[in-house]
C-alpha cells in the first residue's frame, strides 16, 4: 500500500499504463503475425494488404510512445524483406 498521495497516484498510473500497453503489444503480434502468415501460404496480395496495415499501425505506435522510431523501423524493414521475398518467387 502506498504511504503518500503522490505514490498512490503513481500507482494507479503504473496500472492503466500496463493495461494500455499490454493491448498495444498484443496488437503488434497479432499484426506482424497476419504478414508472416500470409507469407507462408504464398498468398503475395493478402500478404501485401497485410503488411500495409502493419507499416500504418507500427509507425501509429511510434507516435502514441509505444516504440521507438528505430525499433518501428526495424520491423517494418523485417516485414517488407519477407513480403519481396514472396513477390521475387
Known amino acids: 500500500m502506498a504511504n503518500h498521495k503522490s505514490s498512490a ?24 503475425r497476419a504478414v508472416r502468415e500470409a507469407v507462408e501460404a504464398n498468398d503475395v496480395e493478402k500478404a501485401n494488404e497485410a503488411f500495409k496495415i502493419a507499416n500504418k499501425n507500427i509507425h501509429g505506435f511510434v507516435s502514441k510512445g509505444i516504440l521507438k522510431k528505430n525499433t518501428a523501423a526495424r520491423r517494418v524493414s523485417r516485414l517488407s524483406k519477407l513480403v519481396k521475398t514472396l513477390e521475387n518467387n
Do not use: D, G, P, S
Open 9 to 32: 497516484k503513481r500507482a494507479r498510473q503504473t496500472v492503466k499504463r500496463t493495461e494500455r500497453n499490454r493491448f498495444y503489444r498484443t496488437r503488434l503480434k497479432n499484426i506482424t
